[in-house]
């Protein structure tokens, strides 16, 4: 990964470096989000299949995702448009367990785990920091594969910041 523009793409939420896409604002009103008993999360990790697994959903249940991107993107005003939608809502996170808002699992909604061959993983993620301007340059594959393999490496740890636990 490149440093330069870094600094301007990455802000620390408890302790936790993020991209800019996850608003500070967004990420403390996540704590109070009212889930629904009838909420079904979506978690993965990211470029694991979440919008193929949402499509499939679709498909079988006659019903629509309710957000197409992670929760955890975008600003308050995201949570407000949430809020109004009608039950059964179904919702993709990249959200770690212990950073999940805590009525998720007080009112013991359904989650649905996502799991991708890594090697698979790391090749979409690689394509995808290299194509978009928002997130921290990707100087090489050879780079970027070493940041993949250390995993959660606190130095290194915005490579999808939201899954990362020191």
């Excluded at 079988?60 to 939608?85: A, C, F, H, M, W």
């Excluded at 698979?120 to 090489?140: G, I, Q, W």
Aim: with cysteine.
């Amino acid at each position: 990964m490149s440093s330069s523009g870094e600094a301007e793409l990455l802000h620390t939420f408890k302790g936790i470096p993020f991209t800019t896409r996850s608003s500070p604002e967004l990420l403390k009103s996540l704590h109070t989000f009212d889930a629904r008993e009838d909420d079904v999360l979506l978690v993965s990790y990211p470029k694991s299949g979440t919008h193929w697994l949402a499509g499939v959903i679709m498909k079988l249940y006659n019903t629509q995702v309710t957000i197409t991107s992670p929760i955890e993107l975008g600003d308050i005003s995201r949570l407000e448009e949430l809020n109004k939608v009608s039950s059964k809502r179904i919702i993709p996170t990249h959200l770690d367990y212990n950073m999940l808002p805590p009525n998720f699992k007080n009112k013991k909604c359904k989650m649905i785990y996502i799991s991708r061959n890594p090697k698979d993983t790391a090749v979409s993620m690689f394509h995808y920091y290299r194509d978009n301007p928002n997130l921290p340059t990707v100087d090489s594959w050879t780079a970027f594969f070493d940041l993949f393999l250390k995993g959660n490496g606190k130095d290194k740890c915005f490579l999808f910041p939201c899954l990362c636990v020191a």
